[in-house]
């Protein structure tokens, strides 16, 4: 059985916009982060004690005015041991052909004390070929980029 799509609508509010009356940066990551995290409860159930590691890739295309509907679907597309990375793409607006948005979120498993633990259970991903697929394709791409991690610790943090 393929994962559960996470399905989220937002308005866009003044509040959300920047000064040309668009939906700001910050929201829109803000937007792309909520639908990554429900996908990603989702996937791993009520046990789940998950935290961002990573954004891994956020591409915006088209900017989006105030009082638009915007809707996003999230779902995972990875799972590797305690960490798991989600799609997030916002569907086309009205008129348009191609997402306005789509991303790549990683998180990982936590315990009560903030350290990377297993999943907590099993979790399925999204089908591929189909929907995902170019966000299965640019994680392929990125999969040889290595955090940072390393070379704060290399540089004796």
């Known amino acids: 059985m393929p994962a559960p799509e996470t399905t989220n609508h937002r308005l ?3 509040a959300d916009a920047n000064h040309h009356g668009t939906l700001y940066a910050g929201s829109l990551l803000r937007y792309a982060l909520e639908t990554a995290y429900a996908a990603a ?5 009520p046990q789940a004690n998950l935290m961002l590691r990573r954004v891994l890739s956020l591409e915006c295309r088209r900017s989006v005015p105030v009082g638009a509907l915007v809707e996003l679907r999230g779902a995972v597309l990875q799972v590797k041991q305690g960490s798991l990375v989600v799609g997030v ?3 086309p607006l009205t008129g348009h052909t191609l997402p306005w948005m789509d991303g790549l979120m990683g ?3 936590v315990d009560a004390a903030g350290l990377p633990v ?3 259970a099993e979790v399925e991903t999204a089908d591929c070929p189909g929907f995902w697929q170019p966000l299965h ?4 791409k990125l999969a040889t980029v290595r955090g940072a991690t390393g070379d704060w610790l290399a540089a004796g943090w």
Do not use: A, N
């Open 118 to 120: 297993g999943l907590p």
């Open 12 to 14: 866009v509010l003044p």
């Open 107 to 109: 998180f990982v498993q």
């Open 41 to 45: 409860c989702r996937g791993t159930g």
């Open 137 to 140: 394709e640019r994680l392929d």
């Open 89 to 91: 793409v916002g569907m």
